[in-house]
């Protein structure tokens, strides 16, 4: 009797952890710099233009190449073995990963300025630029949570855009960061580190709008 206890018990903590494996899975690709990525400026971009759609398509342009075009250069990376996933796990593979990154958000402020964008648009590529320098930067000697510091600087962003109700995509932070720490991607102290330096530095938009 004893003896099925155990295996029920046993059974009942695999099945448990399996799920908030599974789940930790769902959050991070879900809530991936890759998609929330493309969330923010377009978001920004519609609310902070006299005519949405325009706002809209301006932040799909400035996502391209904030998201896309870096994302495009991981791909290339896996395929020639300079990184092992989209999400870059290693360390060591970061540097050149945030360069490229760095030069895209650059050409994207270039293009943006010349097309009439938003202000506060504008402002949200080059606040991704101190982001993403930072996170370069601490990368060299440890490894911060890119996911965190992306979703809690687009919950800023939203916050400024939209106002405080906004502060319910915290729950989203929260929510990749948890997953982010169960997959041993990260450590407590790394997805929290990222979620307050992406919080502070997209909160400067504060003083543009």
């Known amino acids: 009797m004893t003896e099925q206890v155990d295996v029920k018990a046993r059974t009942s903590?695999?099945?448990?952890?399996?799920?908030?494996?599974?789940?930790?899975r769902v959050f991070t690709e879900?809530?991936?710099p890759s998609v929330v990525g493309v969330i923010c400026p377009v978001a920004?971009?519609?609310l902070s233009d006299a005519h949405a759609w325009r706002g809209a398509g301006?932040?799909?342009?400035?996502?391209?190449?904030?998201?896309?075009?870096?994302?495009a250069y991981i791909a290339w990376l896996i395929r020639t073995g300079g990184a092992?996933?989209?999400?870059?796990?290693r360390r060591e593979d970061r540097p050149k990963v945030l360069v490229a990154v760095l030069i895209c958000l650059a050409a994207g402020i270039s293009v943006l300025v010349l097309l009439g964008a938003p202000p506060l648009l504008?402002?949200?590529?080059a606040s991704e630029v101190l982001l993403v320098l930072a996170c370069l930067v601490i990368s060299k000697f440890w490894k911060i949570s890119m996911h965190s510091a992306v979703a809690a600087g687009t919950a800023a962003a939203l916050v400024v855009a939209l106002g405080p109700w906004a502060l319910l995509a915290g729950i989203a932070v929260v929510?990749?960061?948890?997953?982010?720490?169960?997959l041993r991607d990260h450590t407590s102290a790394q997805v929290t580190a990222g979620a307050a330096l992406g919080a502070v530095?997209?909160?400067?938009?504060?003083?543009?709008?």
């Open 84 to 89: 092992t996933d989209r999400h870059v796990s």
């Open 175 to 182: 929510a990749v960061s948890w997953g982010r720490v169960v």
């Open 13 to 24: 903590d695999g099945e448990s952890g399996g799920l908030r494996l599974r789940l930790a």
């Open 201 to 209: 530095v997209l909160s400067l938009l504060a003083f543009v709008k």
């Open 122 to 125: 504008v402002c949200l590529l």
């Open 44 to 46: 920004v971009g519609a």
């Open 58 to 71: 301006l932040g799909l342009l400035g996502a391209v190449f904030a998201i896309g075009l870096p994302y």
């Open 30 to 32: 879900l809530l991936a």
